[in-house]
């Protein structure tokens, strides 16, 4: 299975900006990568998706707020949050979805945003 190791992330004020990158073990070319958000006691929700020839999918409430972009050839993927509301603190975690379908999962991070 894929390891995955995300950086970035922590506190910002409301209106700032974060950006969140997860890099993995081995080849992300033909994989699906993504974002999902989880707060306390609360399932964990698809925030953002980029699939292998590069289209994306957004949640809707951060559609026009956060952008997820990846660089294959560091195997990297990146999640860029602006214009950042209370609302979208979480533990964010990147998944890895291979041709199999198999999901790897990396360590979360934590987001918080508040004044």
């Known amino acids: 299975q894929v390891q995955l190791v995300e950086s970035g992330g922590g506190l910002v004020h409301p209106g700032g900006s974060l950006r969140l990158s997860c890099a993995a073990s081995?080849?992300?070319?033909?994989?699906?990568m993504g974002w999902y958000g989880q707060a306390p006691g609360k399932e964990r929700d698809l925030i953002a998706r980029i699939f292998n020839r590069g289209s994306t999918w957004y949640e809707d409430s951060v559609k026009g707020r956060f952008t997820i972009s990846r660089e294959n050839g560091k195997n990297t993927v990146y999640l860029q949050m602006d214009s950042l509301k209370p609302e979208d603190t979480d533990v964010y975690y990147c998944?890895?979805?291979?041709?199999?379908?198999?999901?790897?999962w990396g360590q979360g991070r934590q987001v918080t945003v508040s004044a």
């Open positions: 998944v890895l979805v291979d041709e199999a379908a198999q999901m790897s």
């Open positions: 081995d080849s992300i070319d033909i994989a699906s």
